[in-house]
């Protein structure tokens, strides 16, 4: 049975009833205006097969307005993570027809509002992520092109439905978009919609395309538990460009706007893109060093240049090690990694030595590469910030500061050479989509691993009277490294408690813990508190910080029935910790250059 | 009447839709024969007999079958108008 499978994935969500000790739980309510029961089965079953284990609330048919206008319906008992309004455009062509007397601009402000509606209503009442589906097109265009112009056609209706939805979204940072219109124009509207289904069962689309509506969502909850893909590592010879550079050299092999080469040329641009977006690109090549480097260097063709990529491996060593090395220089895990590259034989042998890298068949024809690397859907992201576009920026810094490392004997006088200096502020708007980004992505270093949204994050930053939520902003003489660690204190009695505290691994050994961690004791006694105390929550990936309040004096005092484990400090016991980092204000961190 | 063929092959699609490998079909058998036979599950065995017969059914006989027997003659008219011989279907 192949793998994606209507039927298949049915039959699997019957079986997988039981949570699984090593699957991660999450809430998730459907309501919808069409028929939700096969979405929901499939949906379980295609989460299940990503470790997670969902409870779905599945409200009863066409009841959207009933679940979200009633103050205690099933909705808001379940207290959902996620609440998907899984609406149709079948919903929107009946409205249509029922209103020809009405003009297109008030068909789409009804529409438009009653969404909008939910939204806030929702947000009103809960801390959750909204999914919310985008409209595929309608199939039927009985104006043939001229109705493709016309505001009042069906299909100008649902355009400008779609677009005043997504130009809503700036203003909703907790509504997500499920874009069936992009799956249902990719896979053909043709075969998208299935008539007969929609009149016996009110179903969305045809069940083979719901698999594609499925796997979508699957996508947006996995980048929301940040199992993100971060690193693409890229082969040189035939996957950057045609030909071997080692053996045809700089003239002959092929890229750019000529010929063959223009499929290698628009591989770089997609790639380029990716870049631009965050993803880390980077080069895994068997060839001399010097001959790898060249095209990058002169070759007029080449998108890609030499510094957009962020580590160049190019060697004769086995190409499973050399992966091992990037993710280790660059603090990622193996599964935020994507491998690229034509060999088949590379591409099983890295398989079979980290099957925790994403390897995707490589299609033998290079015009097909952007569409294969595409249909992934490896970097879906829940936002965008800044930080995203710089991030490449970051790690070439850090390499210049660890060659620079050499030169010094010992390690405080390079950290004092660095002329380090940090913000340790609240929480403010400015910064809160960033703050919510690096809950999302880190997972190394990252004590208690909650997740925190928007709102919720919102709410930390209020509540001014219990809890103190903190970020820090890093840069030094090489440049600026954002915002890269999060804190959130509590203030319950003579106790602080230590909620959440992350960092970025790119900073990790620069004395930014130390620096914290003596604010934290400052904020404790200028709070009247004498025990500090902090919580380990152990997961697959943060074992690093196993004993990050020891270092600190901090002593073990119990592990609850959960497996989290209690740490605690006396305030008075604290020995303030050596760093080298200067502290700035806020208002000082854009005009004091370093 | 349908061929014993196509009623052998309806049966196998029936116990893994219903995920029961008991169920016996035949011809007077209706939905309430089958536990677990449902809106959900008549969608399901709609979508497992025309992938695996590669039929097409329309609209009204989806919504007018009254038992199994004419959901199986349906099927191999279907067979028959496509120039495909029932008896052969047997995998």
């Given at each position: 049975?192949?793998?994606?499978?209507?039927?298949?994935?049915?039959?699997?969500?019957?079986?997988?009833?039981?949570?699984?000790?090593?699957?991660?739980?999450?809430?998730?309510?459907?309501?919808?205006?069409?028929?939700?029961?096969?979405?929901?089965?499939?949906?379980?079953?295609?989460?299940?097969?990503?470790?997670?284990?969902?409870?779905?609330?599945?409200?009863?048919?066409?009841?959207?307005?009933?679940?979200?206008?009633?103050?205690?319906?099933?909705?808001?008992?379940?207290?959902?993570?996620?609440?998907?309004?899984?609406?149709?455009?079948?919903?929107?062509?009946?409205?249509?027809?029922?209103?020809?007397?009405?003009?297109?601009?008030?068909?789409?402000?009804?529409?438009?509002?009653?969404?909008?509606?939910?939204?806030?209503?929702?947000?009103?009442?809960?801390?959750?992520?909204?999914?919310?589906?985008?409209?595929?097109?309608?199939?039927?265009?009985?104006?043939?092109?001229?109705?493709?112009?016309?505001?009042?056609?069906?299909?100008?209706?649902?355009?400008?439905?779609?677009?005043?939805?997504?130009?809503?979204?700036?203003?909703?940072?907790?509504?997500?978009?499920?874009?069936?219109?992009?799956?249902?124009?990719?896979?053909?509207?043709?075969?998208?919609?299935?008539?007969?289904?929609?009149?016996?069962?009110?179903?969305?689309?045809?069940?083979?395309?719901?698999?594609?509506?499925?796997?979508?969502?699957?996508?947006?909850?996995?980048?929301?538990?940040?199992?993100?893909?971060?690193?693409?590592?890229?082969?040189?010879?035939?996957?950057?460009?045609?030909?071997?550079?080692?053996?045809?050299?700089?003239?002959?092999?092929?890229?750019?706007?000529?010929?063959?080469?223009?499929?290698?040329?628009?591989?770089?641009?997609?790639?380029?893109?990716?870049?631009?977006?965050?993803?880390?690109?980077?080069?895994?090549?068997?060839?001399?060093?010097?001959?790898?480097?060249?095209?990058?260097?002169?070759?007029?063709?080449?998108?890609?240049?030499?510094?957009?990529?962020?580590?160049?491996?190019?060697?004769?060593?086995?190409?499973?090690?050399?992966?091992?090395?990037?993710?280790?220089?660059?603090?990622?895990?193996?599964?935020?990694?994507?491998?690229?590259?034509?060999?088949?034989?590379?591409?099983?042998?890295?398989?079979?030595?980290?099957?925790?890298?994403?390897?995707?068949?490589?299609?033998?024809?290079?015009?097909?590469?952007?569409?294969?690397?595409?249909?992934?859907?490896?970097?879906?992201?829940?936002?965008?910030?800044?930080?995203?576009?710089?991030?490449?920026?970051?790690?070439?810094?850090?390499?210049?500061?660890?060659?620079?490392?050499?030169?010094?004997?010992n390690i405080d006088d390079y950290l004092q050479s660095l002329k380090m200096k940090a913000v340790f502020s609240r929480?403010?708007?400015?910064?809160?989509?960033?703050?919510?980004?690096?809950?999302?992505?880190?997972?190394?270093f990252?004590l208690?691993?909650?997740?925190?949204?928007?709102?919720?994050?919102?709410?930390?930053?209020?509540?001014?009277?219990?809890?103190y939520?903190v970020y820090v902003t890093l840069k030094d003489?090489?440049?600026?490294?954002?915002?890269i660690s999060v804190i959130i204190l509590r203030v319950?009695?003579i106790k602080i408690v230590i909620?959440?505290w992350l960092m970025?691994?790119?900073v990790l050994s620069r004395g930014v813990e130390q620096f914290s961690m003596n604010k934290v004791v400052e904020y404790a006694k200028s709070k009247n508190c004498e025990f500090i105390e902090g919580i380990y929550?152990?997961?697959?990936?943060?074992?690093?910080v196993?004993n990050f309040y020891e270092q600190f004096g901090f002593r073990k005092?119990?592990?609850?029935?959960?497996?989290?484990?209690?740490w605690q400090l006396a305030v008075c016991d604290y020995r303030p910790q050596k760093n080298w980092i200067e502290e700035l204000k806020e208002?000082e961190?854009?005009?004091?250059?370093? | 009447?349908?061929?014993?063929?196509?009623?052998?092959?309806?049966?196998?699609?029936?116990?893994?839709?219903?995920?029961?490998?008991?169920?016996?079909?035949?011809?007077?058998?209706?939905?309430?024969?089958?536990?677990?036979?449902?809106?959900?599950?008549?969608?399901?065995?709609?979508?497992?007999?025309?992938?695996?017969?590669?039929?097409?059914?329309?609209?009204?006989?989806?919504?007018?079958?009254?038992?199994?027997?004419?959901?199986?003659?349906?099927?191999?008219?279907?067979?028959?108008?496509?120039?495909?011989?029932?008896?052969?279907?047997?995998?």
């Amino acid at each position: 049975m192949e793998k994606f499978d209507y039927l298949q994935l049915i039959k699997e969500a019957r079986k997988n009833t039981k949570n699984l000790k090593n699957y991660c739980e999450i809430k998730i309510a459907v309501l919808g205006d069409s028929a939700t029961q096969q979405f929901v089965q499939m949906l379980k079953a295609n989460l299940y097969r990503n470790k997670i284990f969902a409870h779905i609330y599945e409200a009863d048919f066409d009841m959207i307005d009933q679940e979200i206008y009633t103050d205690d319906s099933g909705l808001y008992k379940f207290m959902p993570d996620y609440v998907v309004l899984y609406t149709s455009t079948q919903k929107i062509r009946d409205h249509y027809y029922q209103n020809t007397h009405l003009d297109a601009d008030q068909i789409v402000g009804e529409c438009v509002a009653r969404i909008c509606g939910w939204w806030e209503r929702i947000n009103s009442k809960a801390t959750v992520r909204i999914i919310q589906n985008l409209y595929a097109l309608p199939f039927e265009r009985p104006f043939g092109n001229y109705g493709g112009r016309l505001k009042d056609s069906l299909v100008g209706v649902i355009r400008e439905i779609n677009n005043c939805i997504v130009s809503k979204l700036s203003d909703h940072p907790n509504v997500l978009l499920n874009d069936v219109e992009y799956l249902a124009s990719f896979h053909g509207r043709k075969n998208w919609y299935d008539e007969k289904l929609w009149i016996y069962g009110k179903l969305l689309c045809d069940p083979k395309c719901l698999l594609y509506v499925v796997d979508n969502i699957t996508n947006i909850i996995l980048a929301g538990l940040g199992r993100l893909r971060k690193c693409l590592v890229l082969d040189l010879d035939n996957t950057l460009w045609g030909g071997i550079i080692g053996e045809d050299g700089l003239e002959h092999i092929e890229v750019g706007r000529e010929g063959i080469g223009e499929a290698f040329f628009l591989f770089q641009k997609y790639l380029l893109e990716l870049k631009n977006k965050g993803i880390i690109v980077t080069v895994c090549s068997k060839n001399n060093h010097e001959d790898a480097i060249e095209p990058f260097r002169k070759h007029p063709g080449m998108v890609l240049k030499e510094d957009d990529i962020t580590l160049f491996i190019a060697n004769w060593d086995n190409k499973a090690d050399n992966i091992r090395r990037i993710a280790e220089q660059l603090n990622i895990g193996l599964d935020s990694m994507v491998f690229i590259d034509d060999s088949p034989f590379e591409r099983n042998h890295v398989r079979a030595c980290l099957p925790e890298v994403a390897v995707p068949e490589v299609p033998e024809d290079p015009a097909d590469y952007v569409s294969c690397l595409n249909q992934f859907n490896f970097f879906e992201t829940l936002g965008f910030s800044q930080e995203d576009s710089q991030r490449s920026g970051y790690y070439r810094q850090k390499f210049q500061r660890e060659e620079a490392r050499v030169q010094f004997s010992n390690i405080d006088d390079y950290l004092q050479s660095l002329k380090m200096k940090a913000v340790f502020s609240r929480f403010d708007r400015l910064h809160l989509a960033r703050i919510v980004q690096l809950m999302q992505r880190s997972n190394q270093f990252n004590l208690t691993t909650y997740r925190y949204n928007e709102k919720e994050c919102e709410a930390f930053m209020d509540n001014v009277s219990e809890y103190y939520p903190v970020y820090v902003t890093l840069k030094d003489k090489y440049g600026d490294s954002g915002l890269i660690s999060v804190i959130i204190l509590r203030v319950s009695g003579i106790k602080i408690v230590i909620n959440a505290w992350l960092m970025s691994c790119r900073v990790l050994s620069r004395g930014v813990e130390q620096f914290s961690m003596n604010k934290v004791v400052e904020y404790a006694k200028s709070k009247n508190c004498e025990f500090i105390e902090g919580i380990y929550i152990p997961t697959a990936k943060n074992r690093m910080v196993e004993n990050f309040y020891e270092q600190f004096g901090f002593r073990k005092t119990r592990t609850d029935a959960s497996g989290q484990i209690f740490w605690q400090l006396a305030v008075c016991d604290y020995r303030p910790q050596k760093n080298w980092i200067e502290e700035l204000k806020e208002e000082e961190w854009q005009t004091q250059l370093s | 009447m349908a061929n014993a063929a196509v009623l052998e092959e309806l049966n196998k699609i029936f116990c893994e839709v219903f995920d029961d490998d008991q169920i016996r079909i035949f011809r007077e058998m209706t939905a309430k024969d089958i536990a677990g036979w449902d809106s959900l599950n008549h969608i399901n065995l709609i979508v497992a007999v025309e992938k695996r017969f590669d039929i097409k059914f329309t609209t009204r006989e989806i919504m007018t079958y009254e038992n199994v027997g004419q959901f199986a003659d349906a099927v191999e008219e279907k067979l028959l108008k496509s120039g495909r011989t029932p008896d052969l279907i047997r995998r």
